[in-house]
């Protein structure tokens, strides 16, 4: 079995939580408690290191830095902006689909 960690930080917290209001139409209440349920099962580092410009949408640069900065084995997102890249440094990058059909296959 393998283990996984969720982290995230606190720039890509405020950008869920406009997405989860603007996109997907959630009250204030639902998006606050979402995200404080995230927040209490996942670790929230601060990155300090160089934000890249690689990605065509540059606030995807953000997602890249954090992953950068943790050393993250993957990245699991929808974004096609970031899914093109296909891998960034050391972080594989995959769909929700490519990571589970590979995650079942014990292919990571």
């Known amino acids: 079995m393998i283990h996984f960690n969720v982290i995230s930080s606190d720039w890509l917290f405020d950008e869920l939580e406009e ?13 606050e408690n979402f995200i404080a349920l995230l927040q209490e099962r996942t670790a929230v580092v601060h990155p300090f290191n160089e934000l ?13 830095q954090l992953a950068d900065y943790i050393q993250a084995d993957c990245i699991i997102t929808g974004d096609k ?5 296909k891998s960034f440094n050391k972080t594989q990058i995959f769909s929700p689909r490519e990571f589970y059909d590979k995650f079942m296959d014990g292919k990571f």
């Open 81 to 85: 902006d970031l899914l093109v890249l």
């Open 19 to 31: 997405k989860l209001l603007g996109k997907f139409k959630l009250s204030e209440e639902q998006t």
């Open 52 to 64: 890249p410009d690689v990605c065509r949408d540059a606030d995807d640069n953000h997602v890249l």
